[in-house]
């Protein structure tokens, strides 16, 4: 099994700045890919910033030059910087990891129990 453990969430106030982490720890043999989605109420998740294990990322549109998205191989944690908040980035933020297992050598794809960032005005 896998555990997502996020941290970093919380109440910031427009262009302020905040940082999201998140650690994967189990059963893992490798991780292909670490990444951060969000949710508002009333609209689908959405993919916000993904990282493959070759350093690969990809941004939302709308958070492009805004986010980073980085990760710590020796520590399998991911990380969110998001500078120059806005209102409409408040959402649930979730962490997301695939990869594979170590005992089965299967594939697997985890989430994390979210983290809220609200950003006020």
């Known amino acids: 099994q896998v555990q997502l453990v996020e941290s970093g969430g919380g109440l910031v106030q427009v262009g302020g700045s905040l940082r999201l982490s998140c650690a994967a720890s189990g059963s893992i043999f490798s991780i292909n890919a670490m990444g951060w989605y969000r949710q508002a109420p009333g609209k689908q998740r959405e993919l916000v910033a993904r990282v493959t294990n070759d350093g690969s990322t990809t941004y939302s549109d709308s958070v492009k030059g805004r986010f980073a998205v980085s990760r710590d191989n020796a520590k399998n944690t991911v990380y969110l910087q998001m500078n120059s908040l806005k209102s409409e980035d408040t959402a649930v933020y979730y962490c997301?990891?695939?990869?594979?297992?170590?005992?089965?050598?299967?594939?697997?794809?985890?989430w994390g129990q979210g983290t809220q960032v609200t950003v006020s005005s």
């Open positions: 997301n990891v695939a990869g594979v297992l170590s005992d089965s050598g299967y594939s697997f794809g985890s």
